[in-house]
């Protein structure tokens, strides 16, 4: 059984950073998904923050370029996501994501919440 499990999140100050991490257990070639970092905000619908795909490239969101940088880590099996100069509307709960052709696994999210 595969398992996403997100930690990191956290209330920080507007300007602030946090980083999430991502580890994924279970049976699962951690190389040939797609890894990434969803979020969703009350009353909005679940959008994409980042993506790491199998040949290391990445894509961001245009509200997180810039200010985001997602990483993986083949050995550890996980994903992390920096976040920096965090603005209230980047509130939400962030949900890992592992994708590969019709394979799709979640995290259970984890909360970020920027207010001062």
């Known amino acids: 059984q595969v398992q996403l499990v997100e930690s990191g999140g956290g209330l920080v100050q507007p300007g602030g950073s946090l980083r999430l991490s991502c580890t994924v257990s279970?049976?699962?070639?951690?190389?040939?998904?797609?890894m990434g970092w969803y979020r969703q905000a009350p009353g909005k619908q679940r959008e994409l923050v980042a993506v790491?795909?199998?040949?290391?490239?990445?894509n961001y969101a245009d509200s997180v370029k810039g200010r985001f940088a997602i990483s993986r880590d083949a050995a550890k099996k996980s994903i992390n996501l920096q976040m920096n100069n965090l603005t209230p509307e980047d509130t939400a709960v962030y949900y890992c994501?592992?994708?590969?052709?019709?394979?799709?696994?979640w995290g259970q999210g984890t909360q970020v919440t920027v207010s001062s």
């Open positions: 790491v795909v199998v040949d290391g490239s990445t």
């Open positions: 994501n592992a994708q590969r052709n019709a394979l799709n696994y």
């Open positions: 279970g049976s699962i070639f951690f190389l040939l998904h797609t």
